[in-house]
């Protein structure tokens, strides 16, 4: 069973929106950091944003101003609301959730779910 699941992503136009959804599955329980990072061809994997469960957010430079993370914590999913999109965004997203307590931690990646700007 795959532990996290995207959806959301597709083609769309320069200056579209999108968001994405990642959901746990699997009886994922102690979340502590969501977040997405991102992976175009030929070039380096990058953190998109990232959520605490307290609700603190961080962006990568590239994507500030433009996207917004948020998290629903009694559905155990993470979002990603994209507006403003450029073809720099076009890339492989992937979303993580970290998880851990009393010593022990584990990390959860999805599938990874494509998203394609054309201009």
């Known amino acids: 069973q795959v532990p996290l699941v995207e959806s959301g992503g597709g083609l769309v136009q320069v200056g579209g929106s999108l968001r994405l959804s990642c959901a746990a599955t699997?009886?994922?329980?102690?979340?502590?950091?969501m977040g997405w990072h991102r992976q175009a061809p030929g070039k380096q994997h990058e953190l998109v944003a990232s959520?605490?469960?307290?609700?603190?957010?961080n962006y990568g430079d590239s994507v500030k101003g433009r996207f917004t993370i948020s998290r629903d914590n009694a559905k155990n999913t993470v979002y990603l609301q994209m507006n403003n999109l450029t073809p720099e965004d076009t890339a492989v997203y992937y979303c993580y959730m970290e998880t851990g307590i009393g010593g022990s931690y584990a990390d959860y990646w999805g599938q990874g779910t494509q998203v394609t700007v054309s201009s």
């Open positions: 699997g009886g994922i329980t102690n979340i502590n950091d």
């Open positions: 959520i605490t469960n307290g609700g603190t957010t």
